[in-house]
């Protein structure tokens, strides 16, 4: 769980420039940023790389997400730790410190346990023996397992958690979420409603679950308020994706951004935090970042073809492209100088010098309430990802919850609004024999046919497979969070444990961070499959416990 600062979130996750300037003290320090703003987008604006240190390696860490799931961009506000710089506006006089490293977060000398582990820690096996260093290696372990002070203060007491009671609660208010409010607002004023819509800076449900009594329990959490208890008789899930990650060796460098964290995080091209940016994919982002930073992009490299109008579009714009590729490193210090790229048939390497790197090749389904909840899940191998079973009128097998927009598969806005709509049908007929005035079945295939990547191969299998044979044996962290390489997940293999995921988690701690597995757990499983032998979809999934999106335990305490 994290803190959130002062209660201020950042209203627009991605604001334009408003180019007023205002003065902070950082790291004790006067400095001048820009107002209007995330604190990240304004600190790195201002020449800050790196944020915080790594758990294990003591790596450098700056913002990757954007949205708050990450261990990038923590920093102390206020005399409050573990604030999520990404999600907070700055106002002037505000404290900032970076907490991690000595003497200074920028230079760590403990970044010398990098050096001294650069094959990576042999946590399963290692500092067991002798025995009697064993209390040493424990003392050791602590020290390394903080990530910040305690608050300078005790936070003011909430209001105890309020409880709420509504017919239908909306989680999303994306394409898919606003069409099914609208269409129950519109034929039955009458239902309470409620919708829950984290893109706006808002409420985050953190916790589903089903009662016996029929209804569902749901913790809703706001910056501005303490947590909501809500009971509600139908849920319909309308969280959307999110841009991957992807592991190779330097792939935590600060300057290594997903396609979401890009747009979140650095709205304005026009200021110059990077002078050469790299795009990595072909996803619904490459578009918009292609007109957006034109002048900036160096390169477009994808792991596959890319779909023509993206190709087209960045030859119009004289951007060199490869195709066919993947990233084997990026190189850098503090913050990324230069991916070396190897094409995957011919082996051939090829390296770019660059401040900047975007990964953009793949939505995910954002499924973990889904999972929380129970509702029966389906790998698909297309997009390698996790999606929930539904029927026609986009429930999930747990009766009463509701699937709908990309989070069960629509990737396109008529076919988001679509399901949204048929969920809400569903919903106002209750008795399930639905005529649905939507589409003529015989005007194309049927909405759960639309679905994005049914059957078929597993394109990001053969990607780690390829990536696994080019390797070699530098390090190459897979988590983050907790600092996990994936030579560890090797010898999860190797050793002879079960090929599993939940195995791998018990072993490792792959997927125990902060972001529940968000960015590491979907490679986790094609490389567990690509190393044994097996079909990702024998791999499974581990438990997912709630929070889904941090909170602090005192909105759920009322600071009692």
């Known amino acids: 769980m994290s803190g959130s600062g002062e209660l201020r979130p950042l209203k627009n996750p991605a604001p334009p420039m408003k180019g007023g300037m205002i003065d902070i003290v950082f790291n004790g320090r006067p400095r001048r940023i820009i107002g209007g703003v995330s604190?990240?987008?304004?600190?790195?604006?201002?020449?800050?790389?790196?944020f915080a240190r790594s758990l294990k390696y003591r790596r450098p860490r700056g913002p990757f997400c954007?949205?708050?799931?990450?261990?990038?961009?923590?920093?102390?506000?206020?005399?409050v730790p573990m604030v999520r710089?990404?999600?907070?506006?700055?106002?002037?006089?505000?404290?900032?410190?970076?907490?991690?490293?000595?003497?200074?977060?920028?230079?760590?000398?403990?970044?010398?346990?990098?050096?001294?582990?650069?094959?990576?820690?042999?946590?399963?096996?290692?500092?067991n023996r002798p025995l009697a260093l064993r209390p040493a290696y424990l003392s050791l372990v602590r020290k390394f397992s903080g990530l910040g002070h305690?608050?300078?203060?005790?936070?003011?007491?909430?209001?105890p958690p309020t409880a709420v009671a509504v017919d239908v609660l909306i989680i999303g208010g994306g394409t898919a979420?606003?069409?099914?409010?609208?269409?129950?607002?519109?034929?039955?004023?009458?239902?309470?409603?409620?919708?829950?819509?984290?893109?706006?800076?808002?409420?985050?449900?953190?916790?589903l679950s089903p009662g016996d009594d029929g209804q569902f329990r749901s913790i809703v959490s706001s910056p501005r308020r303490s947590a909501l208890l809500v009971s509600a008789s139908k849920i319909i899930v309308a969280t959307g994706t999110y841009d991957a990650g992807l592991p190779f060796r330097g792939s935590d460098l600060p300057g290594v951004f997903t396609g979401d964290g890009l747009v979140r995080l650095h709205s304005d091209p026009s200021v110059p935090l990077f002078q050469r940016l790299a795009i990595f994919g072909g996803n619904a982002h490459t578009l918009s970042l292609l007109d957006a930073w034109k002048e900036r992009i160096c390169l477009l490299a994808s792991p596959w073809e890319l779909a023509p109008e993206v190709r087209r579009r960045a030859q119009t714009l004289g951007i060199p492209v490869r195709e066919g590729v993947a990233i084997a490193s990026a190189e850098g210090r503090n913050w990324i100088?230069?991916?070396?790229?190897?094409?995957?048939?011919?082996?051939?390497?090829?390296?770019?010098?660059?401040?900047?790197?975007?990964?953009?090749?793949?939505?995910?389904?954002?499924?973990?309430?889904?999972?929380?909840?129970?509702?029966?899940?389906?790998?698909?191998?297309?997009?390698?990802?996790?999606?929930?079973?539904?029927?026609e009128r986009c429930e999930t097998s747990v009766p009463g919850v509701f699937a709908i927009g990309g989070v069960a598969g629509f990737c396109t806005e008529a076919d988001s609004r679509?399901?949204?709509?048929?969920?809400?049908?569903?919903?106002?007929?209750?008795?399930?024999?639905?005529?649905?005035?939507?589409?003529?079945?015989q005007s194309g295939p049927a909405l759960l046919d639309r679905r994005v990547h049914r059957e078929g191969p597993c394109p990001m299998l053969d990607y780690q497979t390829d990536f696994l044979r080019v390797l070699g044996s530098k390090k190459v962290i897979l988590c983050p969070c907790e600092d996990v390489t994936l030579q560890e997940l090797e010898r999860v293999v190797s050793d002879g444990w079960e090929t599993s995921l939940e195995v791998a988690k018990r072993l490792t701690g792959v997927g125990m961070g902060l972001c529940q597995g968000r960015y590491c757990m979907p490679d986790a499983v094609l490389l567990l499959a690509a190393l044994s032998?097996?079909?990702?979809?024998?791999?499974?999934?581990?438990?997912?416990?709630?929070?889904?999106?941090?909170?602090?335990?005192?909105?759920l305490a009322g600071g009692k």
């Open 150 to 159: 305690l608050p300078d203060a005790a936070p003011a007491a909430l209001p």
């Open 337 to 391: 100088r230069a991916v070396a790229l190897v094409h995957r048939t011919t082996g051939q390497t090829e390296s770019f010098r660059l401040d900047g790197l975007v990964l953009s090749h793949r939505d995910l389904p954002q499924v973990g309430l889904l999972f929380q909840a129970g509702a029966r899940m389906h790998w698909r191998n297309g997009a390698a990802a996790y999606f929930p079973e539904i029927n």
């Open 85 to 127: 710089s990404c999600l907070v506006e700055p106002r002037p006089g505000d404290r900032v410190v970076t907490e991690a490293g000595w003497p200074s977060t920028r230079y760590d000398l403990f970044a010398v346990m990098d050096w001294i582990f650069s094959g990576g820690m042999d946590t399963m096996r290692g500092f």
């Open 418 to 441: 679509e399901s949204g709509e048929r969920a809400a049908l569903a919903i106002l007929e209750g008795d399930g024999t639905l005529g649905l005035p939507i589409r003529d079945p």
């Open 66 to 79: 954007g949205q708050g799931q990450c261990a990038g961009c923590h920093v102390r506000l206020n005399g």
């Open 533 to 555: 032998g097996r079909p990702p979809s024998d791999i499974g999934f581990f438990t997912q416990r709630p929070p889904v999106w941090p909170l602090r335990i005192g909105d």
């Open 39 to 50: 604190l990240a987008q304004a600190l790195s604006q201002a020449g800050t790389r790196v």
């Open 177 to 207: 979420g606003t069409a099914a409010a609208q269409l129950i607002r519109r034929q039955r004023p009458s239902t309470r409603l409620m919708v829950a819509d984290r893109s706006r800076g808002e409420d985050n449900v953190v916790f």
